[in-house]
């Protein structure tokens, strides 16, 4: 089993929809949780990032976590076009500094 | 800040030749990460340091492949000989501690194409 989980998609929304990706994570001792951005050809940007369990919410931005089920969601309010990439999953494994990715999801936002 | 710089931003090269990619942190920033990206793995971590020393290179996938880091603000990862399924994205990034506070900063990548 991978560390971290996601739907490759493509998730499809039209424009002004809710976004919802969802990601798995194995490790039961991780502690930090992030959701990073990444346009076509670009390199990944840090979006949101979350700690405790329930909602986090930045903007049009929303972070899920339940550590108990073991997954971390992102929830983009009023999606736009230009919310179109591939949006990155990523957990700090328990007790050390380095950061796992999911393979990510992409996102499409039509018209 | 300039960020993470990175160098070359592409690199062709053909196969069995060495190649080395080049990485300047982010001045004050302890900890420096290599990550590899592929259509097919995704973004895999290959290496990361902490204070110029590696601490896990689990990720690395053979002997042909080696990181340094001489100095706090520069590292190298060397592929040598290369190989065509060495092609991908490499991408340096670095962060300031071990803190819940301290999100990757990702220089813009290599794309190394290896024919």
């Known amino acids: 089993q991978k560390e971290v989980e996601q739907n490759s998609g493509p998730l499809s929304v039209p424009e002004g929809a809710i976004a919802s990706l969802n990601c798995t994570y194995s490790?039961?001792?991780?502690?930090?949780f992030f959701w990073y951005r990444q346009y076509s050809g670009k390199s990944p940007e840090l979006i949101m990032s979350?700690?405790?369990?329930g909602d986090k919410e930045d903007g049009r931005f929303t972070a899920q976590l339940n550590k108990a089920s073991q997954y971390v969601s992102l929830l983009i309010r009023d999606s736009q076009p230009s919310d179109s990439a591939t949006y990155l999953c990523?957990?700090?494994?328990?007790?050390?500094?380095?950061?796992?990715f999911g393979a990510g999801t992409r996102l499409a936002v039509h018209p | 800040d300039a960020g993470v710089i990175q160098s070359p931003r592409h690199e062709v090269t053909e196969m069995g030749q060495e190649v080395t990619l080049r990485c300047k942190p982010i001045?004050?920033?302890?900890?420096l990460f290599w990550y590899r990206q592929t259509m097919m793995r995704g973004l895999e971590l290959l290496i990361y340091?902490?204070?110029?020393?590696?601490?896990?290179d689990s990720g690395m996938p053979e002997d042909r492949f080696s990181a340094k880091m001489p100095n706090a603000s520069f590292s190298t990862l060397k592929i040598q000989p290369s190989e065509p399924r060495d092609s991908a994205v490499y991408f340096c990034?670095?962060?300031?501690?071990?803190?819940?506070?301290?999100?990757?900063?990702f220089g813009n990548g290599t794309r190394l194409t290896v024919t």
């Open positions: 990523a957990i700090k494994v328990g007790g050390y500094n380095k950061l796992i």
């Open positions: 490790d039961r001792v991780s502690q930090s």
């Open positions: 990034a670095s962060t300031p501690g071990a803190g819940q506070n301290s999100p990757l900063h």
């Open positions: 001045s004050g920033h302890d900890y």
């Open positions: 340091f902490n204070n110029n020393v590696p601490i896990d």
């Open positions: 979350i700690y405790s369990n």
